[in-house]
């Protein structure tokens, strides 16, 4: 039997096949026309390497998923997804050129490690200014001032560990403050970094949404731009709305990182004042590692936005083809500290803390073998491009997706019922992991809550509760 979108949400739901008719509004899911020709990728290392099919390893954000498996099922929706997931994963982090767009020519991980494209995305504080004046233009970057005349330049500037104070919601790293995350090897706070495409900047710029006065005055429903696959009908079909959120942890070769095992960059980490404990504003140069990696991109079949989170695969346990003495990035079994509890308080960003307070992290949801088998694969092609690429060394946690996509956000259930019902990842939800309803981490559950500064829908981004008043204030 063959099932479609609809009449999986239905079985979900009531547990009754819905068979095409009443109450159940069929969604074509978009042709299989990815437009872009993508570059092949191409092995450099002699060992038999597994080829991907042409144009899998390509610079191309896909605009919606590719629902190519039949029958619909929902684990080969699910298995759609993920591979959406992948693919929006290598194109962001594909080679950048000096102007931020990817580098048709390169391959990614071929030549080692360097800018990425996301890299070129917006920050949230160049977007939502303390004045609510205009933002910056695209393209542009203000450093905070005690990051500038550091010396060579970082590639970066990462703010975010904790909520630090009411008015700053800049500062805030978890969700709502549930604990700031410290890594086995430095001691060391891990830092958080938010960016938007040119769709979500240009979406709020056009609708003065990057200050309260422009929020109060936007009187429709806020509706970010959904990205849906080219056509011949449509040949410049946007790629839609895409929010990243990244969690990077200091690497020190010297406290027992492997470098090569992360992507990597210079970053200014950057402290703002805080009263408790009372902490001046500072900035450092350090070497960074990407751990967790959040993408939210709003598409034609996901109105709800489709979330994937990715991490690095030393995060809770050493993953695949680790040199012997590697240690896992945030569990160490001979620490007592208990796991998945956030470090003693007063929490201070700039602290080192001793061995016995570091964190220590369990995956709750383990990683289900379906997506395993997937990561295995993709980690072999980004391996095959290069032996060395710091690529391979990432893995998809899940996909959560709408199973109702044409759920009405004024309806009664506006997040869609997403599948799957609970995700998480270690560095970023790592204190609400679990399957407990309104309480553990549901990615569209939870972002479903998310207004603007007057109470309205905002459609699923945090964003907008960043706006000052014009001229400062809140
Ligand atoms: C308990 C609530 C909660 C859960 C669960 C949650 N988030 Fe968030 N998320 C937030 C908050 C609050 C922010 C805003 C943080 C800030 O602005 O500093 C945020 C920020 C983000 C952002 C960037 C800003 C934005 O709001 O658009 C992305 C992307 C994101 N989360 C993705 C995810 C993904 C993917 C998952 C699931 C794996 C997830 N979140 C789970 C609350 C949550």
């Not at 008015?167 to 709502?176: C, E, I, M, N």
Request: aromatic content about 10%; hydrophobic content about 35%; some cysteine.
């Amino acid at each position: 039997m063959r099932f479609s979108r609809p009449m999986i949400c239905m079985i979900i739901l009531s547990g009754l096949a819905c068979m095409g008719g009443g109450g159940c509004t069929p969604v074509q899911p978009p042709a299989n026309t990815n437009a872009t020709p993508a570059a092949t990728a191409t092995a450099n290392n002699t060992s038999a390497a597994p080829t991907p099919p042409p144009g899998t390893l390509g610079p191309a954000i896909p605009h919606d998923a590719n629902f190519s498996d039949n029958p619909q099922t929902l684990a080969a929706i699910q298995h759609d997804f993920d591979v959406f997931s992948w693919q929006s994963f290598v194109a962001l982090n594909w080679p950048a050129m000096p102007d931020g767009s990817a580098d048709p020519g390169k391959i990614i991980g071929a030549d080692g490690d360097g800018a990425v494209v996301w890299d070129g995305y917006k920050e949230p504080y160049e977007v939502f200014l303390p004045d609510g004046s205009t933002p910056t233009p695209w393209g542009q970057q203000q450093l905070p001032a005690q990051c500038r005349n550091l010396g060579p330049p970082g590639d970066k500037v990462l703010q975010m560990t904790q909520k630090v104070s009411d008015d700053v919601l800049d500062a805030s790293g978890q969700p709502f403050g549930t604990g700031p995350l410290v890594d086995q090897q430095n001691g060391r706070y891990v830092r958080y970094e938010i960016r938007i495409n040119r769709d979500t900047y240009d979406y709020i710029v056009q609708n003065t949404l990057y200050n309260k006065e422009g929020q109060q005055a936007f009187t429709q429903l806020i509706q970010f731009p959904k990205g849906t696959n080219p056509s011949s009908q449509a040949p410049d079909a946007p790629v839609g709305s895409i929010v990243i959120k990244a969690a990077w942890k200091v690497i020190d070769p010297a406290q027992g990182d492997i470098p090569g095992r992360f992507h990597k960059v210079q970053a200014y980490v950057y402290t703002r004042a805080s009263d408790n404990p009372p902490t001046p504003p500072s900035c450092e140069l350090k070497t960074v590692g990407l751990v967790g990696f959040h993408i939210a991109h709003k598409t034609a079949s996901a109105p709800q936005w489709v979330w994937s989170t990715f991490e690095q695969v030393d995060n809770v346990q050493v993953g695949h083809d680790a040199p012997p003495g590697t240690k896992a990035n945030f569990f160490d079994a001979v620490s007592t500290y208990p796991v998945n509890t956030p470090p003693p308080r007063p929490w201070n960003p700039n602290a080192v803390l001793p061995p016995d307070k570091r964190s220590q992290v369990k995956r709750v949801i383990p990683i289900d073998d379906a997506t395993k088998a997937l990561n295995a694969q993709w980690q072999a092609w980004l391996g095959g491009v290069n032996k060395d690429s710091v690529w391979q060394y990432y893995e998809l946690v899940s996909t959560q997706w709408p199973t109702q996509p044409n759920a009405s956000p004024t309806g009664p259930k506006p997040a869609g019922d997403p599948a799957p019902p609970f995700l998480a990842n270690a560095t970023l939800e790592t204190y609400i992991q679990g399957n407990t309803p309104n309480v553990s981490s549901s990615c569209i559950m939870c972002h479903n809550n998310a207004t603007t500064t007057n109470s309205k829908f905002s459609d699923f981004t945090y964003l907008l509760e960043r706006a000052h008043k014009k001229g400062g204030g809140k």
